[in-house]
């Protein structure tokens, strides 16, 4: 029982410096490569106060963001909650970019320091940078750039055609925000600086050379045949690429009212959009991979008595409230957390790996006791989002652990029915049912553009398809189709369409505003 | 190594511009909530920071949301206990479907949740329709207002205010002290040197001296060299210090008629008007006490809640008001120690014969007192262009426009609207003020 000489110790104390940081983040990047085999971006650590990151959450978290009033509200809000002292500030904020960007907070101890610098420089760069979805979806070298881009273009606007002007396109644009997503295509790569540069080019030189005597008007062809018509609505559908799901890019690109560069400030909010549409489906597998990562180096720095006793109380007082899981009657529920969830589950796949009991034989063959805890992990990381990686690793063991239940609720009934348990009847139920509320497409309101009469009132017509006779709340559903009004320039119509049984079950359409 | 960056000095400011649009986006409503703030709040209290709503209207972000009334769900949540499949669960009553968390849009938390405007904001929001000229609303703005004074010397300061007197006579004294060579030494050796070496057969004891002189003349330029003319130690710079402009006591004189003719309108304008003085004087003296002095057929003293809130009947003679004023200023307010000041707001509604009497108090005794006595008649928006800038009127105006050509100080105006309040104050915002006061 030979004291540890005080010299392994990374650290002492609470008070940090860069010299104590990099030395941490040696450490650190030794098990995580090393014994983890962990892939990362290089990482860029940026040390920054109380104040700014209250500036970074209330601009969506990007480094740099276009002018906006909705980005003041949400900073007047924050702030408030920060002041009053009823929400603290995140330890740790990390970009999806390459390098990656990780933002610690200057109040941090030393030892939350180490924490985050696993927690976000490991962890999650681990995931960003294998994450399947993340792959796809999202240009990590060229989001940093791309946003430094958008700023700029936006207050070139502001100074061209007034801030009036764009806070208007803004507005609509925002509302639009969550329908201006690729969801089953790959969006294209973000072009180079000089490739958009060469684009706009184009486009200015095209505004102006306009010429309206070139203008081709349709020739009137007297009676047109039912048959006729039908065919000319397959082709046009065809033309415009009908039915689509992405209103903004629709807008983008059909919309006769727009100006070039209102298409292009559409053309942002939606890479926006995109950009963060793979965070809002891996919330859960990221923070699990994080936490689970930040969990698994600090205990091994302390088993190689490179942190002190103290140091490791405080780290794991604060990981047991950030894994914290209220149950659903305890006022402080607000939902499954994510922290929670996704560490119990990245540790239940490290015992189904390591010491699997008969059950999880029966529920995982294929790692039950495979030994490979770490192989097993990343694999899911790499190719899963929550939905899939519930429906696939959930094991009985965690649904008995978090006692989950599944509850059925319909709208006419008074009452809601428990439709499943912890029991052996349960767990797939319970399983499928939790990895569906995870599934975007079954969440958000499905819209899309159905068709539009180009030659006629240029009405465009939207559909949206209703699941499970969830309908669409009134008043922002109108205040939405206004905006969608203002970009369109015509007439907007909207109908709700039963899924199942294709009844119409409502239509409306836009209000001049 | 990571590439670690230190970006805490960077300003921090970011969304100090969304702010402002923000603000501007909702400006409507928050003029409207300091509206009402001024009308419901101590006069002393306005010039402050203020929590405010978040507004509603003009600053929602719609978007296609689901609405929580309608379909049918399926929750899966933690922590059963005590169900098995089958139990039925009444719902509760207001929304919230199972068990809180969902259906919680992002705008509706800031619901009843406050924010809090700047000191500044709430000011250009309450000067907004006062059409107060710029300079003054600077001013108002200002805290204290400061003089720089000469005070001493100091080592570290801005080049512009090097004082070079104080400079070379340090450097004097320590090129003394440190026995820098001056240019005559160096002068005389240079030329002994160059006779010796004009010379044309120089003996061996003329080489040696020379060869003497050159090696003190090189420790001498060393010695030149290594002691500076001006060293950064002898650099002395002139010292300012802000002092606060004196400032000294003012009392500050509300009258108002609150007979049933002032209705909601008229004491929400001569609030206004009361709250303008007040911030005036706030900007000038460091203690300022506020009299409230309210009347209909006779006057009381009385606090802010009920000069402004509660309700009285009567009559109205103004001139008691006076008297009042006249009865607190001997009691307890000398006018060798006070500044005094005055505002009466009134309809204009006076007893017959009152008026004079008032005129004759005010241009007796009352001028003789008060620095400054302001006052305004609110009439009816219709009323003001009927009357115009013409003398007709009420008695009372007519008696207090004799007063105002007769002394200075005393200023009256007619208002219907808040941009009418302005005029009345002109000379007080005057810039060249400072003579007037009474230390």
Known sequence: MAKEPVSTLLFEGSEWNFTT??????????????????????????????????????????????????????????????????????????????????YLMDENTMPMQALVTA???????????????????????????????????????????????????????????????????RPPRLSSEKVRERARERLEYEEQTYSDLWRTLPTATGSVGVEEAEREAGERKKVLNLPEE??????????????????????????????????????????????????TIINRLFDQGRMSEGAMLELLASHANVVFQPNFDDPRFSGINPYALGFAMMQDIERICTAPTAEDRDWFPNIAGNGDCMGTLKDAWENHRDESFILQYLSPALIRKFRLFQLSDRSADTFCEVASIHDERGYSAVRAGLARNYDPGANRPDIQVIDVDLLGDRQLRLRHRIKNGILLDEGRRDATLTHIRRLWGYDVSLAGVDDATDRVVYECSSKVS | MPNFIDRRLNP?????????????RVHDELKRTIRDKVKSEKIADIDAAHGVPIPKRGADEPSF????????????????????????????????????GRGRGRGEDADDFLFVLSREEVLDLFFEDLELPDMVKLNLKETVTYKSH?????????????????????????????????????????????????????????RQRLKQLREDLDLLERRRRRIAYVDPVDVRFNRFERQPLPNASAVMFCLM????????????????????????????????????????????????????F??????????????????????????????????????????????????????????????????????????????????????????YRTVDGAVRNFQMTRIARPSDIYPVFRKLFARNQPDQLRR
């Open chain 1, 21 to 102: 940081l990099s030395r941490a983040y040696e450490a650190i990047k030794e098990i995580a490569i090393g014994e983890m085999g962990l892939d990362v971006y290089p990482n860029q650590i940026e040390v920054i106060s109380s104040e700014q990151m209250l500036d970074a959450y209330s601009s969506v978290g990007m480094p740099l963001m276009y002018q906006h009033w909705s980005f003041g509200k949400r900073f007047v809000f924050e702030n408030e909650l920060y002041r009053k002292g009823r929400r603290g500030l995140a330890y740790e904020l990390v970009i999806n970019s390459n390098p990656c960007i990780t």
């Open chain 1, 119 to 185: 927690h976000a420089s490991f962890g999650h760069n681990h995931f960003f940078k294998n994450n399947y979805l993340f792959r796809q979806w999202t240009d990590a070298g060229a989001i940093l750039g791309y946003m430094d881009f958008a700023k700029k273009y936006i207050a070139k606007c502001e100074e061209r055609h007034g801030l009036a002007a764009v806070e208007e396109i803004l507005d609509s644009a925002h509302a639009l925000m969550d329908q201006g997503v690729f969801h089953y295509r």
């Open chain 1, 246 to 295: 992405n209103l903004l890019y629709f807008l983008e690109k059909h919309s006769i009212i727009l100006e070039p560069w209102q298409r292009e400030i559409l053309r942002i909010v939606r890479v926006i959009a995109q950009y963060f549409y793979p965070q809002g489906q891996t919330k859960v597998m990221n923070e699990g991979c994080a936490t689970y990562v930040h969990y």
């Open chain 2, 12 to 24: 921090k400011d970011r969304s100090l511009g969304n702010r402002r649009r923000f603000l501007k």
């Open chain 2, 65 to 100: 949301q689901h609405s929580g009334g309608s379909g049918e769900r399926n929750y899966v949540l933690p922590g059963n206990e005590v169900f098995s499949p089958g139990d039925r669960i009444r719902k509760p009553e207001a929304g919230a479907g199972g068990g809180g």
């Open chain 2, 150 to 206: 000469r005070v001493g010397f100091t080592t570290s300061g801005t080049p512009s205010n090097i004082n070079v007197g104080r400079t070379m006579r340090n450097s004097f004294g320590r090129r003394i002290a440190l026995r820098r060579p001056g240019e005559k030494e160096i002068a005389a050796l240079s030329e002994e040197i160059a006779a010796l070496e004009a010379a044309a057969e120089p003996s061996r004891q003329q």
């Open chain 2, 257 to 308: 008629d609150v007979s049933a003719s002032m209705g909601e309108r008229e004491k929400d304008l001569a609030k206004r008007f009361f709250v303008l003085l007040h911030l005036f004087l706030k900007r000038r003296y460091e203690r300022i006490e506020i009299v409230f002095i309210r009347h209909t057929d006779e006057a009381r003293e009385v606090d802010e809640e009920t000069f402004f």
């Open chain 2, 310 to 399: 509660s309700k009285q009947s009567g009559g109205t003679v103004v001139s008691t008001a006076l008297e009042e004023m006249v009865r607190v200023i001997t009691d307890r307010y000398p006018s060798n120690i006070w500044n005094i000041y005055a505002a009466q707001a009134s309809d204009g509604d006076n007893a017959s014969g009152d008026s004079e009497r008032c005129a004759t108090l005010l241009r007796d005794t009352l001028m003789k007192l008060c620095q400054y006595y302001a006052y305004v008649e609110i009439i009816d928006e219709r009323e003001s262009e009927i009357f115009g800038t013409t003398d007709n009127g009420t008695s009372l105006w007519r008696a």
